[in-house]
């Protein structure tokens, strides 16, 4: 369970949100929000020992993630320089380069590596892509017991997360919650998975 969120790293995600808006990285929007989206995640999700978060942009989810849970591991990957370079301040700043680290590049490559496939407790993706492209990049990295958190809109269209769809992935699915689905892994991916990067997005599952 989480507590209310520290201050002090509090501020300096405020103030990165507002840096990333300036240089057009973070769309439009209060970040207060988003941060108690994240407490209400840690609410839902077993702390974990290291976790990935897709997509990091601003690093909401992952950053808050990684202050409310102080002993665990990141990586926060993002596909845009521009973005990365924003999460690599941030951490320099909240002195975190011990346990948080900033990769620039796709989930499908990051799927592939040994140093990461079959590794994390958790991974979180907000706003990454369609479901397909979530459970697809996001599968490979779980260990057998971890868990695929994704961020859902108010009032998702049922059928988005079709079980049958999610077995060659490794994936079973468990009881949502507003606004979070979240998923088992229960079995390592097809070793044909993630395909290569865009065919996710291109050519999604389901």
């Given at each position: ?79 845009a320089q521009r973005r990365t370079r924003l999460l690599e301040r941030a951490v320099e700043r909240l002195g975190w380069d011990d346990r948080v680290r900033v990769v620039h590049g796709r989930a499908e490559d990051l799927g592939r590596d040994p140093a990461h496939r079959g590794h994390h407790d958790l991974v979180t993706a907000r706003l990454f892509g369609p479901p397909a492209a979530a459970a697809e990049c ?69």
């Open positions: 369970m989480s507590g209310s969120v520290a201050a002090p790293w509090r501020q300096v995600l405020q103030e990165i949100w507002i840096e990333g808006q300036h240089l057009s990285a973070v769309g439009p929007g209060d970040v207060t929000v988003h941060l108690d989206h994240a407490e209400r995640l840690a609410e839902l999700l077993d702390p974990p020992a290291t976790a990935v978060d897709l997509g990091s942009g601003a690093g909401i989810p992952g950053l808050a993630l990684a202050g409310l849970w102080s002993a665990s591991r990141w990586v926060l990957l993002d596909a996001g599968a490979p990295l779980l260990r057998v017991g971890g868990i695929l958190a994704v961020t859902e809109p108010p009032d998702p269209a049922p059928g988005r997360w079709p079980a049958a769809a999610l077995i060659p992935l490794g994936l079973e699915p468990l009881d949502p919650a507003p606004g979070l689905q979240r998923f088992r892994a229960v079995g390592a991916p097809e070793a044909r998975f993630p395909r290569k990067p865009g065919v996710p997005v291109r050519r999604p599952l389901f």
